[in-house]
């Protein structure tokens, strides 16, 4: 079998290394709100404001009559069932944030009552008051305790009564629209990047042809044809549809691990057949429903080889690289404790070498042929010290565990790339020295020294013999100057415009103008360092560096802008509970990242800009949360009225897992910024909020 064939695909390695640790764990969530101090304070609080409202309404009572007096009696009716709810104890996190949504939209119910009542100042109707009696005596009916089905019935009659109150009108609860949305749309805030697709092998896409070829055991290729006659004909073996999403993607993943051993990739013969049997054992266990549970510890087992066969896919040897290789892979394959050193060592190497053979063997600057030549022979050292390196890496890989004299260990192959590292980054750099001179020289003042001779002497200094910190900051001010020059023809194409400079105005209140003026007084005077043989400011050329992502990230801004026009959608889902104004909050660090970043740049600070992706990233769970929800609630229907809205949300039950953590978004942001939460719990909430949207 050629070498070709038998790479095997990382992916399937990842998949199958699912299937062996069985069923997946779920995230094992820590109640935290419920026994937070905020929470407790937000429901107490929202006890003491109905107590407050009930005292006097229970003393006008006395000289009212007729409508009026039942008008008041629903207001009272309401602020006694806001009180109950309060009191509520919940039993987890989940039931507190029920509580919680119920007991702002009983509230909203009663303004909107109010509201609607007071606007018409009409008799009311026989619907009304028979809603009233009702309502009257549900607060008689209330129990101690109320687990989320009970409350999620008694909130539905609280909804209906006050519609009919509102209306003057029967109402159908089983009429009313859900609001909640039925799905969420998708939301990016990541710049555009390709996905890596999972490759498709021959054993996934023919396996009855693939198998038989294979050059593998007779007893593995038998357990492979049976497992394959299993997954297609179901049925002869009494296999449920389950059984088959089981075994199918085990056993894709089994065929393309056995190509691996096939073309003995990454093991010894005498690895090779233990690894054969264990598979066949693995594969027959898996396939037989009672025994599964050891299949996929047997399965397990065989952790040490998928790692080996990774780094082999990920590597995409040629035929002949990946004999000189072999010994690593054998020796990562037979030590556990230094195979993931020697792995990485094997990779750095391969990618040190691509970069490598790409690279020309001459230079060409034909502004200064003088200096082409200087920095020529600086070059020819320098590959001349690569592959000096990079053959005694191989040899370091041939020995490795051969014994005391000439065996070499894992440590000795880092100690080799680190000497090919210091040959590679000195060839870069060279290699791209005359396109960057062409662009600093039309850059540095004019009353500058030449960067030529700077070049000249960094290069011969970079190139000398041995490893010390001269040559080795000779290498960096090289490395500095291509850097600079790679920026300032970078951002030569900058440009802010459209609903970019819109959100860059909102966001910093300067002009694009300032940007520009700073960067390229930022290339100016690093370039005039350079000429006049003083230390490179570093800074400002980091500055640069990151000026191009920040303003790569003002699309993302303006979407996130545009989805906050509409928060107000979020007072229709039942599921969400924070004003549309307490929602600008969220967006706050993400603003202010922004903000900061840009007022960085302009104040030579590169804090501000280091931490804008930290903080970005760190916000973004919750932002593309917050985003998706607005989209959702957009799609919800918009009600007559806002009694009709604030009724049908009462109507809409809770008891359900489907956006439960919508609602527990909704209280932990309530407990965060209540003037009752204390620092330290804050941040206990804002951790179980982070690992509650995870995956979100």
Not at 332 to 354: G, I, T
Not at 384 to 398: I, K, N, P, T
Not at 582 to 602: H, K, N
Request: aromatic share 6%; proline share 5%.
């Amino acid at each position: 079998m050629k070498f070709k064939q038998v790479q095997v695909f990382v992916a399937a390695m990842l998949v199958w290394g699912a299937a062996a640790s069985g069923q997946s764990q779920q995230n094992r969530r820590t109640d935290v709100l419920v026994d937070a101090a905020p929470v407790k304070s937000l429901f107490s609080a929202g006890a003491q404001r109905s107590e407050e409202r009930i005292i006097p309404m229970v003393l006008q009572r006395v000289d009212m009559v007729g409508d009026a007096r039942t008008r008041l009696d629903a207001s009272l009716d309401l602020e006694i069932i806001s009180r109950w709810i309060a009191s509520l104890k919940p039993s987890n996190d989940d039931h507190a944030a029920a509580i919680y949504l119920r007991l702002t939209q009983v509230g909203a119910a009663s303004a909107a009552l109010q509201e609607q009542l007071a606007s018409e100042n009409k008799p009311l109707n026989r619907v009304q008051q028979n809603a009233a009696r009702q309502l009257h005596q549900l607060t008689y009916d209330l129990p101690g305790s109320a687990d989320p089905n009970k409350l999620d019935e008694i909130c539905r009659n609280v909804g209906m009564y006050v519609l009919e109150l509102a209306t003057g009108e029967v109402v159908n609860p089983s009429r009313m629209p859900v609001m909640r949305p039925s799905r969420l749309p998708t939301v990016s805030l990541d710049a555009p990047s390709e996905r890596m697709q999972r490759p498709t092998g021959p054993g996934r896409s023919e396996p009855s042809r693939l198998i038989p070829s294979l050059t593998v055991s007779h007893p593995l290729r038998q357990q492979l044809l049976a497992t394959l006659d299993m997954v297609e004909r179901p049925a002869q073996y009494g296999m449920t549809d389950q059984d088959v999403a089981q075994l199918r993607p085990v056993l894709d993943d089994a065929i393309e691990i056995a190509a691996g051993l096939a073309g003995n990739a990454g093991v010894s013969t005498d690895d090779r057949a233990q690894l054969e049997r264990q598979l066949t054992e693995s594969l027959a266990l898996f396939s037989d429903r009672r025994l599964r549970d050891l299949g996929r510890k047997r399965i397990g087992e065989m952790s040490q080889y998928r790692q080996v066969l990774g780094s082999i896919n990920r590597l995409n040897l040629t035929e002949g690289n990946y004999r000189l290789l072999a010994p690593g892979f054998e020796y990562a394959q037979q030590n556990p404790k230094s195979s993931k050193q020697v792995l990485s060592a094997m990779e750095r190497f391969v990618h040190f070498c691509a970069v490598y053979d790409n690279s020309p063997a001459t230079l060409v600057y034909d502004a200064n042929p003088t200096l082409a030549r200087q920095i020529q022979k600086s070059y020819d050292d320098s590959r001349r010290a690569f592959e000096s390196s990079r053959a005694a890496f191989l040899g370091d890989v041939e020995n490795l565990g051969a014994g005391a004299l000439s065996g070499t260990e894992p440590s000795d192959l880092d100690q080799r790339l680190d000497e090919m590292r210091i040959a590679l980054d000195l060839i870069d750099a060279l290699q791209a020295m005359p396109q960057a001179l062409d662009t600093l020289n039309s850059f540095k003042s004019k009353s500058s020294q030449n960067l030529d001779r700077r070049v000249a002497k960094e290069a011969t200094v970079a190139a000398s013999p041995g490893n010390g910190p001269i040559r080795r900051e000779a290498t960096r001010v090289l490395k500095d100057m291509v850097r600079l020059a790679d920026m300032a023809r970078e951002l030569e194409k900058l440009t802010i415009t459209g609903p970019e400079l819109e959100v860059f105005r909102q966001y910093t209140r300067r002009s694009p103008k300032d940007i520009y003026n700073k960067w390229r007084s930022n290339v100016t005077d690093v370039a005039t360092q350079a000429a006049n043989g003083v230390p490179l400011d570093t800074g400002k050329i980091d500055r640069n560096e990151m000026l191009m992502p920040l303003v790569q990230s003002l699309p993302s801004a303006v979407q996130v802008e545009a989805m906050l026009k509409n928060t107000a959608a979020l007072e229709r889902w039942a599921d969400w509970g924070i004003d549309p104004v307490a929602v600008e909050q969220v967006l706050t660090p993400y603003r202010a990242a922004i903000s900061d970043a840009f007022a960085g740049f302009l104040g030579d600070n590169s804090g501000p800009m280091q931490a804008r992706e930290r903080v970005q990233a760190e916000n973004r769970p919750t932002l593309r949360f917050v985003l998706r929800s607005i989209g959702g609630a957009s799609t919800l229907q918009e009600m007559p009225s806002r009694v009709h809205t604030v009724c049908a949300k009462l109507m809409t039950p809770l008891a359900t897992n489907t956006y439960s953590a919508q609602r527990y978004f909704s209280l932990a942001s309530a407990a965060i910024y209540s003037i009752h939460s204390d620092p330290s719990v804050s941040e206990d909430i804002r951790k179980a909020l982070a690992l509650r949207l995870r995956g979100e």
